[in-house]
């Protein structure tokens, strides 16, 4: 194992004070992304005894060939730059907490005219607001069932909710009193918004003002002999009190914090977070993450607090985080998260009391996790492993293909034709690198492969040459394409769209598409890249130039790992091709249109629902929409009635 001394930089030359370093491999990739107090002592602190550090800093090292820094004036201004820097680089090496399973979240639309409530999973958006997250589905919809009959809002889809409004009838819930129905003009957009942040209050914890309110209602309902209304304000408080049930009270009331516990072994680390707001667990959350260097607690617990609440928006802040160590920059960290949420942030380690007590069963949740982690990830590791050795093994390959590459080609009887580009990295797809194309052949499925295979390693070759890492010219026909662009973007440090290269490219298809893609790479002179066709009947491998197909055993990890990349490069692809065709068929009788930008064909889809409903829409009738003159609206009916 060669060291880093090749690379170390001299004692003098790194300065002693706060800063922010990073580590570069062969291709200038950032590999590694750390801060010190003390640049000089914790750079050097990787060079004094390399035998002794971590086998993963040992990893990290060996493949660094490089290391900058950045001087900065304090602790708080290096955590900053550090989180900057990791969101901006993913460094391979890094401590990065994924999530150990897709979280649901109950949401509330509030940047829609008439808000929805829903489950949602997967990236926060814009103007929603979002509680939990909840460990199951089904408990956020009988959470819901249970408030929508004191707080009917909406809780269909789009589709839905814009067909009731044109029919003028209200889908079941309307019927049944558990939706205001807004679509056919029962209440007002601020009746309706009226109660979405009362629901919304509720389910931030405040849940006082609503009871007394529905029992002083019930109360006077009941005076004055409206019996039957006062039963319906009685079902409601019993609603709001099972749906306040789910929510066990674990602290004071008006307590908001999270409580945040790790376990750990040597290798790897689970944290477990629970979400209290009003003395309640609102919600529970669950990550997992690799151990890149000997990391303490403390610091694993830091790097958690930036990673977590880095992104969050304001409101999501509590004013009390509860950790078992507390970081070791703890100042800054509560610096940084007081100024991101505009108010007082503490950090704090519970020593006693029922906030300790919680704090043991979060830390027994984490153990757990970690656990049922280490099990499903022996098993994943193995068979990813088997996998990638037995496709070497069966296609001769020199090593296994720790990176494929999987094509796939896309159209209906030669129109819109599309292709796609999937990348499994170790078995695993890396969805970040995926790519797509629209090819301009029309001569059917292999020269589309032949043209996407000689694109993509064209770009390749290109940017390796315009970086000096290939010392070849241009080719004298085709030249460069404009924009050629070093591998790695000066700016952003992200690697450019087609960067690295394949072991190996699967195509989907048989012989002929094999062969189409290693004709590609033969007369682009790429000679490290192992080609081969998966046909779908029998589920074959074929390699270029051979006559027989390699058969994989169906058992086998090797062709199960090729038929899900095969499969996915299918998904990806038939995904845009439909994109595409949707786009044109909505679109391509508008685009026509003498005087009709995208603003205006858009209102009339949004208006009529399809091109067909605006085929049979009269000229008056267009003329409705704001913008549209009868001129226009003459012109647009002309230009339908031809199209059809």
């Known amino acids: ?382 068979t990813r492993s088997k996998a990638l050795q037995e496709i070497a093994d069966a296609l001769d390959l020199d090593q296994a293909p720790l990176r494929i590459e999987c094509y796939d080609v896309s159209h209906i009887q030669g129109t819109n034709v599309v292709a796609s580009m999937v990348v499994f990295e170790d078995g695993l797809a890396r969805k970040s690198e995926y790519r797509r194309f629209s090819v301009r052949s029309t001569e059917g499925d292999v020269a589309s492969i032949y043209e996407v295979i000689s694109r993509r390693f064209k770009r390749y070759l290109e940017e390796r040459s315009a970086t000096g890492e290939l010392d070849t010219e241009p080719d004298p026909e085709t030249g460069p394409e404009t924009g050629a662009e070093p591998t790695i973007d000066p700016e952003t440090g992200r690697p450019r769209k087609f960067a690295y290269p394949p072991n190996l490219v699967v195509v989907d298809g048989g012989p002929a598409q094999a062969a189409a893609a290693q004709r590609a790479l033969d007369e682009l002179g790429v000679d490290d890249v192992a080609v081969c066709g998966l046909a779908k009947r029998l589920e074959e491998v074929w390699l270029p130039g051979e006559d027989l197909p390699v058969i994989l055993p169906r058992s086998s990890e090797a062709l199960y790992l090729l038929q899900r990349v095969r499969d996915e490069a299918h998904r990806f692809a038939i995904t845009y091709h439909r994109s595409k065709r949707s786009k044109s068929v909505k679109e391509s009788a508008l685009d026509e249109v003498p005087g009709l930008g995208p603003a205006r064909r858009q209102a009339l889809i949004k208006h009529f629902g399809s091109v067909k409903r605006l085929r049979e829409a009269t000229a008056a009738q267009i003329c409705e929409i704001p913008g549209i003159g009868p001129a226009t609206a003459e012109t647009i009916v002309s230009a339908l009635k031809g199209e059809s």
Not at 123 to 143: D, L, M, N, Q, V
Request: charged residues 30%.
């Open 1 to 382: 194992m060669v060291g880093p001394a090749r690379f170390r930089p001299s004692s003098g030359s790194i300065p002693d004070s706060p800063g922010v370093y990073r580590f570069r491999d062969a291709d200038d990739r950032v590999i590694y992304v750390g801060k010190a107090k003390n640049l000089r002592q914790r750079l050097n602190s990787y060079f004094a005894d390399f035998a002794g550090l971590h086998p993963r800093t040992q990893t990290m090292l060996t493949t660094a060939v490089d290391v900058d820094w950045t001087v900065v004036g304090t602790e708080v201004e290096a955590l900053q730059l550090e989180y900057s820097w990791i969101k901006q680089y993913d460094p391979r090496f890094n401590v990065k907490y994924r999530d150990d399973k897709s979280y649901p979240y109950l949401a509330v639309t509030m940047g829609e005219e008439f808000p929805r409530v829903q489950v949602m999973r997967g990236a926060r958006r814009k103007g929603t607001r979002y509680f939990g997250p909840y460990s199951h589905a089904w408990a956020i919809r009988e959470t819901v069932d249970l408030l929508l009959r004191v707080f009917p809002i909406r809780s269909c889809s789009a589709g839905v909710f814009r067909r009731a409004g044109q029919i003028g009838r209200p889908c079941l819930l309307g019927y049944i009193d558990k939706c205001s129905a807004p679509c056919v003009g029962r209440v007002t957009a601020q009746e309706h918004r009226t109660l979405a942040d009362d629901f919304c209050d509720f389910m931030a914890g405040n849940t006082g003002r609503f009871m007394k309110r529905l029992e002083r209602e019930m109360r006077q309902a009941a005076a004055d002999q409206e019996y039957e209304r006062a039963a319906r304000l009685r079902d409601d408080i019993q609603a709001l009190l099972r749906a306040m049930e789910k929510q066990a009270v674990v602290l004071g009331e008006g307590t908001d914090c999270d409580v945040v516990a790790l376990a750990e072994d040597p290798l790897e680390a689970a944290v477990q977070v629970f979400y209290v707001r009003g003395g309640r667990i609102r919600g529970q959350r669950g990550w997992v993450v690799d151990k890149v260097e000997e990391a303490a607690p403390a610091e694993l617990v830091e790097q958690f607090l930036l990673q977590m609440y880095g992104d969050a928006t304001p409101e999501a802040l509590p004013r009390e985080v509860l950790v078992p160590v507390l970081p070791p920059d703890a100042e800054a960290v509560t610096e940084l998260l007081s100024e991101h949420r505009n108010a007082r942030v503490e950090i704090r380690v519970p020593q006693r009391g029922d906030k300790k007590t919680l704090m043991e069963t979060v830390w027994r949740n984490a153990m757990e996790a970690l656990k049922q982690h280490k099990l499903k990830r022996a098993s994943d590791l193995t």
